[in-house]
């Protein structure tokens, strides 16, 4: 924590929401975490006395972030990084009575740049998709990672990026389905069918579940069924994981990548299309596309609320919901830059 990090670059960076989201988040008792590469950021999302408040936690490009009690995980460029729950310091905060939880960035694992994506804890293991060496890989204590599987047309482990897997979905705690922009075994060969080539995976078996698909990311279970975002289609979709019948759920208003599913609600991020998307159909009507996240009723497919970033911010990674807690502090692996002040935590005195 005493390493100046990231060069800091200022930004103007203002947002707007529907009426709805602060008393939304109320009634479902969370807070949200949203992961923006494009500005170093781990931004929390959180509703305070009927009005909504953003923060930002610098974290060097943050990706794909992981929470379980006591912990909140983020990839970043080059390391990940593991902020864990001080609830003794809550107290202390200032302003008195804000803060019900507070995690504080406490160790990292070096990985080297290894586009890190999507993350879980699979038992005493912490997972990350490792999208530049096309496999999924548990954090090592010697290492900078150790393999654990690979799509069955991926030949080598080599840092080529041949088939962007970049989602991860768990079930029962085990890694059950992963998505990736193409079937594809040669260095980034997914760029060229980038518009229809994606596929979801099943994990250990490698069954192509479904393919098809438009940069599919962030595969989730629930119920049995898999959703995931068909981003250059620009819709949340669910998948029959037996027959691999595809349904769509709703439209969404920008490049879904990052998704959370809680209590018959989806919250799904949102981004604008950078140039290199040319070719794929959401793009299509890029003056229509937001930045932010959009909270679809799971009932209905109906949108029910908005956060939009209208300026600063045009794409984020991860969305994450904190249950039960309403507004989290966070201090990430460079403190002052994000309170002004540097932060000590000793253990208490006997």
């Not at 192509?208 to 049995?224: T, Y």
């Not at 209905?300 to 249950?323: C, K, M, R, S």
Request: charged share 20%; with cysteine; proline share 8%.
């Amino acid at each position: 924590m005493s390493s100046a990090g990231p060069t800091i670059e200022y930004r103007d960076i203002r947002c707007s929401h529907s009426k709805n989201l602060p008393d939304l988040l109320t009634e479902l008792h969370l807070s949200l975490l949203i992961s923006t590469y494009q500005t170093g950021h781990l931004v929390v999302v959180a509703a305070h006395q009927g009005r909504l408040m953003l923060t930002f936690h610098g974290f060097d490009r943050a990706m794909g972030a992981a929470v379980k009690p006591g912990c909140i995980a983020v990839c970043t460029r080059n390391d990940v990084w593991f902020a864990r729950s001080v609830p003794d310091i809550v107290a202390k905060l200032n302003p008195p009575g804000r803060f019900d939880a507070c995690f504080l960035a406490r160790t990292a694992h070096h990985t080297g740049d290894i586009q890190a994506h999507e993350c879980a804890w699979i038992h005493n293991e912490f997972w990350v998709v490792n999208t530049l060496f096309s496999c999924l890989s548990a954090l090592h204590p010697y290492y900078s990672f150790a393999p654990r599987w690979m799509p069955p047309f991926v030949t080598a482990l080599v840092p080529e990026d041949r088939c962007h897997l970049n989602g991860l979905a768990l079930v029962n705690g085990e890694p059950r389905y992963v998505t990736a922009l193409g079937e594809t075994d040669s260095a980034a060969g997914w760029r060229a069918g980038k518009a229809r080539g994606g596929c979801l995976l099943e994990v250990p078996s490698g069954r192509k579940v479904v393919g098809g698909l438009s940069l599919p990311h962030s595969p989730r279970v629930n119920q049995g069924r898999v959703y995931l975002l068909n981003s250059g289609q620009g819709r949340l979709d669910v998948v029959d994981p037996v027959d691999g019948q595809l349904t769509p759920v709703t439209a969404v208003p920008g490049v879904g990548r990052g998704l959370a599913l809680h209590r018959g609600h989806a919250f799904v991020g949102l981004s604008k299309a950078r140039p290199s998307l040319e070719g794929v159909p959401v793009v299509s009507h890029r003056e229509r596309l937001k930045c932010g996240v959009a909270i679809i009723d799971l009932r209905t497919g109906d949108p029910i609320a908005l956060l939009e970033f209208q300026t600063g911010v045009e794409e984020i990674f991860d969305i994450q919901v904190l249950p039960e807690v309403r507004f989290p502090f966070i201090a990430g692996p460079w403190v002052e830059q994000d309170t002004g002040m540097p932060m000590w935590t000793v253990p208490p005195t006997a």
